[in-house]
Nanobody, 124 residues
Framework: QVQLVESGGGLVQAGGSLRLSCTASGRTFSSYAMGWFRQAPGKEHEFVAA????????LYADSVKGRFTISRDNAKNTVYLQMNSLKAEDTAVYYC?????????????????WGQGTQVTVSS
């Protein structure tokens, strides 16, 4: 079993920054890709970013490219999402997810463990 615990969400003004963290339990963290999804009210899950097991490959949704950065520290079993130049449309619950493979993927079905989510609210 893997448990994922997110932190770092909150309320921020448009143009501001937040850094989300996700700490995983278990000794297999470094063997798998990790990702972030988000869900706005009334909408489905949306892929945000993913990072390969080594951190060597990353993938971003077009809507966040150039503003968000995903990274990981395998020694700390932690993955991060640095969010800059935030917009009102970034408001959502953000979920940290573990993939069932070592390579990056945008497919929601390829993520087998999800955190409880952390709320990010951007005021305009």
């Amino acid at each position: 079993q893997v448990q994922l615990v997110e932190s770092g969400g909150g309320l921020v003004q448009a143009g501001g920054s937040l850094r989300l963290s996700c700490t995983a339990s278990g000794r297999t963290f470094s063997s798998y890709a990790m990702g972030w999804f988000r869900q706005a009210p009334g909408k489905e899950h949306e892929f945000v970013a993913a990072i390969s097991w080594s951190g060597g490959n990353t993938l971003y949704a077009d809507s966040v490219k150039g503003r968000f950065t995903i990274s990981r520290d395998n020694a700390k079993n932690t993955v991060y999402l640095q969010m800059n130049s935030l917009k009102a449309e970034d408001t959502a619950v953000y979920y940290c997810c573990k993939a069932d493979r070592f390579a990056v993927t945008v497919r929601e079905a390829s993520y087998d463990y999800w955190g409880q989510g952390t709320q990010v609210t951007v005021s305009s």
